[in-house]
Each structure stands twice: as structure tokens, then as C-alpha cells.
């Protein structure tokens, strides 16, 4: 008799340990189903605004920062250790003065958290928005799931000193379907961001899987489908986990595709947002770092005038910046016109790009691209929007020739610009007749600027130091099968203490690498003599 009140004590234990773990499981499960309706927040933050950071309303300072939720430098540091809640919070209000200091007009958080139970509860975004001066934030929750009292809600941010509107979340390829379900995956937020002068921009953060390549692939072609949505230019910016070929830790997907190598073949993103892959440039890991993986992608057609890397410790990541010129119908590069001049009543056509600047400076120079094989003029136009830009902003005049008539065609440009200097530059089999041009008349020339150059050392037997008096400029792919040989051999001739030569093997990068990954301001300023 004495068991059976201890059997009902026994039995309600049971029922009360039942109902609060249905309870538990139900409020989990409540907040994975309705967590795609909660995915994207837009809130104000109630902060004095600078004034503009230009004057000129078509530039912008953007930046992005993956800040590891608020845990610090070390790399391999669980999201739980980083110190006590009162430490992660002054390491996340010290990120946002370190961001503060950058004049950031559009910034984009990384694995920002949004009150989660490892960094006590606290909405970093606000945090930060309130010391750096952002008015406006968008929250895009890529983890979300809590039981009662705890939360687990991070993902992606962005922040403005602009309104925003029309937020959405961008899923991004499933690397493991089970853990989507439970907590939730990698993805991506856009927004539309009301700049000055009636412009339009929208805006994308990205983060990327880390785990797998060919995930990360798939995510490349989801960013260029939203990409091609809308007419209004979008960026692209945050940590994509990946770096393209020519590049340290460049990988490859089960297909053999990359998928920095995807976005940047697509010709809808600036093909070298943060240059080349020199050690300054490399964003993780903060400790060592030893690769570029966060990356802010413009609109080709768009200059980039600056950047930067940040060295900073208060997160495993690198803060980048970028200074960019909006571009556009309005504000575009020069036109490029068509021109031709005959030989024996041949014609031969070239593309011309003048300066906006007029009249042309009489110390403007003249750079002639030769394109590869299959290629027409309009290559170099089509191909090197930076160089375009870099071009424009010197004031020089940029040449594209259908063939390699050079004597007409230089005749031609002195009748037109008058006696200058004149630089030579070509890629692939482009660049084989530009430095056979440059061996045969070197006097022409005041510089050469090569890529991949499609020669082979057979054919190299006589070249001496002598041969290619000017400067030269040199980029080819670590992984060209046949050409990277020659490049070597061309350098370790013409190298030598009185001469300049600057060469630079892109690790990891096939032949088409160079066209992708050269800085062309870095190799126009080089032939110039304004870069060692």
C-alpha cells in the first residue's frame, strides 16, 4: 500500500519531465519552422550621423569584417571561449570603433550575433552600429534555434549610413541537410540602399560554406542568378571562403570549378577587388595570416580607387576596405570610338579610348594592348574595365589594334596625339608579338607589359639583357603548362642590376590567370617609374 503514493509521486515526476521536455521540443521546434519568416530584420539605431565622406556623391567607402562572434584572434577558438560576456561585449564595442575609424559608408558582419547564449544574449549588430555611427542595420539570421531562456540566432549584417529597403534572404547551396534542418546553414542577405543623387545600389552579404569547395561553387552561381535580377548594380562583399586560382589555398570542387574563378568569369564583378595575391593583402588567418578569402565585389564598370586590409586582433579575420567610384551611364569611362588609317590600300582598324580630360596633357602617354589568339580590338576594351579606368584617371590614351601592323598604326597615333611615349602590352599570343615588337624596334618603346605571352623558349635562342631595353612587366600562371618555362627563362636573361624587370608568378593560376589577377594600376604605375 505504502508503493502506491510513491508510484503516483513516481508517475506525476514523469508527467511533469514529459511536459517540459514536449514543451522544450515544441518551442525548438516552433522556432526552426517559423525561422525563414524571422530570417531578415531591418532596424534603425539611433546614432549621430557623420557628414559625407566625399564630396563627390558616386564615391564610396565600403568595408566587411567577419568579427568570429565577438571571440578574438585565435582561429581555432570555440564560438564559447573568448573570455566572460563583459569581455566579448568591449571586444565587440572596440570592433566598432576600430570600424569607426575606417569612414565606412556600407558595411558588411560576418558571423555577427543576434543575443546568442555563447556572447551573453547581446545584439552585436546594435553594438556596433552605436560606436562606428550606422543608422541603419539588416539582420539575416543563418543560424536560428532556441529553447526557452536560450538562443542561438547569428549570421550576416549589413550596415548603412544610407535607408535601406526590400531585404531578403539569398539561400545559398545546403552543405549537410541534416544540420540546415536542425540549426540552419550558410547564407545570404541583399538589400537596396538609397544613395545620394537618386542612385540605387543593392547591397549583398555573403559568407560562404567553409567546409567544401564545390558548395561554395554553387553558392558563386545563386549570387550571380540574383545578381542578374535587377538592372540597380549590386556588391557583393563578406568572407567566401575561397580564394581564385593564382591565389595561395586556391582549391578546386568535385567539377574541377572554383568559385572565386566562377564570379570572376562571369564579367559581372571587377576582376581584382583586392589585387594581387601580395602577403599585405591576405585576410586570414589574423595570427598568420596566409590567404585572401574576404573579398568586396564591384560592378566591372566600377573604379577601385583604394584598399586595404586592416591588421587588427579582435577577430580571426581581417577588416577590408575599399574606396570605389560608381559608375554608370551618366558618370561611365570614355567611349571607346573606332579608328583606321590604310597601307597600300589595306585597311587596318584599331579602338581608341581618349581621356576625359581634354585637352590631352603633353606628357599623356600612349598604351598599346594586343589581344590573343581568336580575339578581335574589342578584347582589351571588354576585358580590363580597371585598366580602362586607370587609363582615364592618368589621362594616358589606350589602343586596341585588330592586327599587328605596328608601323601604320604608329605613324597614325603620332599624326593624331603628336610624338609621345609609347608602352606595349599584350597576353597570350597577343603578348608573343608585342615582345616580338618590342625586340625588333626597342627604341619605339618605353615599356612592355606581358602576360602569359604564348612563345616558346626554342624560339628565344638569341635573346639577350640587350634585346628588351625598357622596362618590363611580367605575369604569368604557376600551372601554365607550356608557357610558364618561357616566363622564367625570360626573366633570369633580362634580369639584372641595372635593369628593371618586375615578374610575378600567380601560384596555382593557368594561363588564362594573368588576364584575370594582373594589377594594372600596379603595372602601369611600374613602366611609369612611379612604382619600384
Partial sequence: MRDRPRGRRLKRLFLAGLTVFLFIVTWYAATRILSPYNAVKVVTVDVAVAAPQAADPSTLRIGCYNIAHGRGGESDLSSWKGGTYAEKRERVREIGRLLKEQRLDILVLNEVDFKTLWSGHVDQTRLIAEEAGFPYVVQQRSRDASIPFVHFRSGNAVLSKFPVADAKCVPFAVYRPVEAALIGCHKGVVCTVALPSDRQLRVMGVHLEWRDEATRVESARRILETVRESDIPLVAIGDFNSAPSGYPHYLKGKDGENAMNVLFDSGLFQDRPVGDPESDMFTFPSEHPDRTIDWILVPPDWEVREQEVVQSDLSDHFPVVAGVAIRDAATGYPTASTSRYEIAGVPHIYLVQEPEQEPIATNAAVLIYMHGMGGKEEQGMELFPSLRAHLNERGWVYVCPRDDEYDGLLVDLEKRYGKR???????????????????????????????????RMSRLLDLTRDSLPMPVYMVCGEEDPVYAATCRMLVKVLSGPDRRVHYRELPGGDHDAPCRLTNWRKAVSFLAGDEK
Fill in 421 to 455: 611615349r609609347v608602352y606595349l602590352s599584350g597576353a597570350s599570343a597577343g603578348g608573343r608579338r608585342a615582345l616580338h615588337e618590342a625586340m625588333r624596334n626597342p627604341d619605339r618603346y618605353s615599356g612592355l607589359i606581358l602576360l602569359c605571352p604564348a612563345e
